[in-house]
């Protein structure tokens, strides 16, 4: 991924896997060696009153005894998740094991794509979106909860070890008394640029989180070549200056604004 980064003419990048921290200190070391800034981050899953929200956390250390506990815990949950869902499938009679479920998540944290892939790779769906409209959808006959903390546990948890929160990827739910609400909880930035955020929608955002006072956030959501429907990493600018604006909120550290582009 830092590499990737460099080729295309990045300076700064952010590393936010889903409930994991342990690409970061591979991923720093690369990018001192190329030149490329790598923010450690994480994407966590929470819970608000529509159902589910990611939530990236931004400037974590690696290693906190704290931080990693509660990863993992939030790893364990998606393993126990998943096999839920096997054991659901094999009760409908699809044969279908945890290992063939393992080797679509590889490192990656477990999640109902990786078992969607499956049922396609052993041929017992025609595509992914029949495996979510037959098995894996909300209510249907494989579908397993997601059991998701509050996002004031998550923030509370990103602050005390001096890092910060931003909503990801809301699109039309970031209205003004949603926004007001999650901040409450103690949210810290919105995700004004992304790439199924349409200009319009940037834009509205944009003023959205000035008069609100939150952080600006934003990023391709890159998830490697490969990724279905993805977006190339590089392909969206994000202002420099908005990596100054949030290390202006961490506690203890200047702003360090350096020029570029990032993604």
């Given at each position: ?51 589910e929200m990611h939530l990236l ?113 809301l699109r039309d739910r970031a ?89």
């Open positions: 991924m830092v590499r990737r980064a460099w080729e295309v003419g990045l300076d700064v990048i952010a590393l936010t896997d889903h409930d994991s921290l342990a690409g970061v200190p591979e991923a720093v070391a690369m990018g001192r060696q190329l030149g490329v800034r790598v923010i450690p981050g994480c994407e966590f899953s929470v819970r608000v009153p529509w159902g956390g931004y400037f974590l250390p690696f290693g906190h005894p704290a931080l990693e506990a509660f990863l993992e815990a939030a790893r364990r949950m998606r393993y126990d998740r998943a096999l839920q869902m096997v054991e659901n499938l094999q009760a409908w009679g699809v044969a279908i094991t945890m290992d063939d479920v393992m080797h679509e998540a590889g490192d990656s944290a477990i999640g109902r794509p990786h078992v969607a892939r499956a049922l396609l790779r052993l041929g017992k769906v025609p595509d992914l979106e029949t495996a979510f409209e037959e098995f894996l959808g909300l209510g249907r006959r494989a579908y397993v909860e997601k059991v998701l903390p509050e996002l004031a546990v998550v923030a509370e948890l990103v602050h005390s070890v001096g890092g910060l929160v931003s909503a990801a990827h209205t003004r008394v949603v926004l007001a609400r999650l901040m409450e909880e103690g949210l810290d930035g919105l995700e004004v640029r992304h790439p199924r955020h349409p200009p319009e929608l940037a834009a509205a955002l944009n003023t959205l989180a000035l008069s609100l006072g939150l952080l600006r956030t934003g990023g391709t959501d890159w998830h490697g070549e490969a990724q279905e429907n993805g977006f190339p990493l590089g392909s969206l600018s994000i202002p420099i200056e908005w990596i100054g604006e949030m290390e202006t909120r961490l506690p203890g550290r200047e702003a360090r604004v350096a020029p570029g582009t990032t993604s």
